[in-house]
């Protein structure tokens, strides 16, 4: 059985754990403590450690590129590394509300790290799901925060269902994308707007992003939303959606001219180490993603393996980032569209939602 060792890409870190969150992460877990204080206590815990991350001026690719205000938001500065933090933290803070004991999902890789780490600190049990013929090192980050790996045989796919399946037998929550808790995970998406927003005190004039199962694109448009009709912005960003090359749901869907995101075949799809964070044949929150390109006439563009660890180098060299390959589509999507047709001097933010 062949075995692969993608993963979502991230290399394996040590978390550190300071002695603020463990103090306050054994005060969750007390239950001595009224659940007020407790939830309390984990609400101070996201405050510390999950979002606010950096939105910065890149000076050098402007200059290289020929283009103004171009901003990055980097989301590898969340714990484990990725934007997997947020909807990690909330869908655990929600758990621990509703009383529950055992949160499962499904992961390649960076997914499960960010919820065993969640529900540690929350003194939940965590099960992950893995296809049985994927490898990868943050296993062991996983299962440091004592998280139960459970292999199943077939596709990502499959394994979303299959632990969507045992959760319902179960009664035990159901952190997977593309179900009940879509929009508690939108909403946190949500929060990179407020946050670029905070900064910039408008809406930028596009957003650009990776996307695989679209949900973090979907959930930065509804923030974005929300801001808009409070009247806090005076625009709605155009959204810019990319992915590997010919192996997105959400790409393909948008450059046929659907209005439905519709799957792609599997026997299609070939994975390598550069493009396995971004690829599936169905995304589950591809309807909400395609919807948000097309109501902020927005873009969707494929991207090769080769310009994304290109760009990846780049960034490394004039920017100071060390970004996976895959977190820089939505970026090189944005750049594509200005060497095409110059956009005019305005504000635009690129999503790298991973570090290397």
Known sequence: MKMMNLLDGV???????????????DM????????????????????????????NRARNLEREMNIRQLYIKYEGENPSGTQKDRIAFAQVQDAFRRNYDIISLATCGNY???????????????????????HTERIKEMEKFNAEIIRCP???????SKSSEYALENAWYDANPGGANTPLQIAAYAQIANEIYD????????VAAPVSNGTLLAGIYRGFVSLYKRSK????????????????????????????CKDIDPKLIKETAINEPLINWHSFDGGE????????????????????KEMSTFLLKKEGYRILPASTSG?????????????????????????Y
Not at 154 to 160: A, H, L, N, P, R
């Open 11 to 25: 290399k394996s870190a040590e978390i550190k754990i300071t002695k603020e969150v463990k103090t306050l992460s």
């Open 28 to 55: 969750v877990k007390d239950k001595s403590l009224s659940i007020v204080d407790r939830i309390e206590s984990y609400e101070d815990i996201i405050s510390l450690e999950i979002g606010d991350t950096s939105l």
């Open 112 to 134: 499960g790290v960010a919820m065993a780490y969640a529900a540690f600190l929350a003194g939940i049990q965590c099960k992950i799901f893995i296809p049985e013929t994927y």
């Open 154 to 160: 077939g596709s990502y796919e499959d394994t979303v």
């Open 199 to 206: 900064q910039l005190r408008d809406a930028p004039k596009y």
């Open 233 to 260: 912005t005076s625009r709605i960003p155009r959204f810019v959606a990319a992915s590997a090359a010919y192996k997105n749901p959400i790409i393909a869907s948008y450059r046929a001219g659907l209005d439905t």
């Open 289 to 308: 993603a395609l919807y948000a390109i097309k109501q902020s006439g927005g873009e969707a563009h494929h991207i090769s393996d080769k310009k994304m």
């Open 331 to 355: 970026l090189i999507a944005l750049l594509e569209i200005h060497a095409q047709n110059e956009l005019i001097n305005d504000r635009y933010v690129a999503i790298l939602t991973g570090k």
